[in-house]
């Protein structure tokens, strides 16, 4: 069984080397960005999962701006998290937007001109969880950066209430990997993976997390997170 890191360095190595990613440069430590993503975010959108969906969540990276535009194209509502979500989450209703400028919405760049900065208690119920990864297995383990925001984004809206979520992700085929890593308790888990090439899902038999695990959050991450320390005053107030 190969660790984390080293699938993640295979990864970065094969996009880099086969001249299967683009900007920005360089794509370790990052969601890396792929030619193709185009395609894999159409492909998103025959999924009956995404057809049904009102509201749906999808990360900030690079790879997932076709698939972010394309959800305000397409009249739903559009939950972005802010980076290392230090401001929590976005909001941007498609009303908002005038029609032609949906990819400008959807940038990190320009998503708080068009959207807005939505406390915990105003988030609407989410149908639909856009994940990104370095890597999916086929039994739907996703790979991160190793920084824990996806897994944590999912954990907090389940810690609201929410619903458990469908969730996908869109990867080149070469982040499609058979490889078998270990699970923790907390790893979101992908049911749906979507690459250039298609629509595959998961059937994985892991479960997701159904909220946040208190006792491995650090002090740290309660400073550089104040969305933690705003979820955490809101469950003691309720008790």
């Known amino acids: 069984m190969k660790k984390k890191d080293e699938i993640r360095s295979e990864v970065w190595e094969t996009l880099t080397k086969e001249k299967l990613g683009r900007f920005p440069f360089p794509l370790i430590n990052r969601i890396p960005n792929f030619k193709g993503a185009e395609q894999a975010a159409h492909l998103v959108t025959t999924l009956k999962e995404y057809k049904e969906a009102k509201t749906v969540k999808v990360n900030p990276d690079a790879p997932q701006l076709p698939l972010r535009a394309q959800v305000l194209v397409d009249g739903k509502t559009l939950l972005i998290p802010t980076p290392r979500l230090r401001a929590g989450f976005v909001m941007i209703k498609p009303e908002w ?64 209430g ?39 899902k998961t059937n994985s038999p892991y479960e997701q997390p159904n909220g946040i ?4 959050v650090s002090e740290e991450e ?15 107030s309720k008790g």
């Open 97 to 160: 937007v005038p029609k032609g400028e949906e990819r400008k919405a959807a940038s990190i760049k320009h998503m708080t001109t068009y959207g807005k900065e939505i406390s915990l208690t105003e988030l609407p119920t989410i149908d639909l969880f856009v994940a990104g990864s370095v890597a999916v297995t086929k039994d739907g383990k996703r790979i991160g950066k190793g920084e824990g925001y996806s897994d944590r984004e999912y954990a907090i809206l389940r810690e609201l």
């Open 162 to 200: 929410q619903p458990p979520m469908p969730v996908i992700s869109t990867v080149h085929s070469v982040q499609f990997v058979e490889e078998d890593v270990p699970k923790d308790q907390y790893d979101l888990i992908c049911d749906w993976v979507i690459t250039e090439k298609g629509c595959f």
């Open 213 to 216: 695990l208190w006792d491995v």
């Open 222 to 236: 309660f400073n550089e997170m104040p969305i933690l320390k705003e979820l955490f005053e809101l469950k003691k």
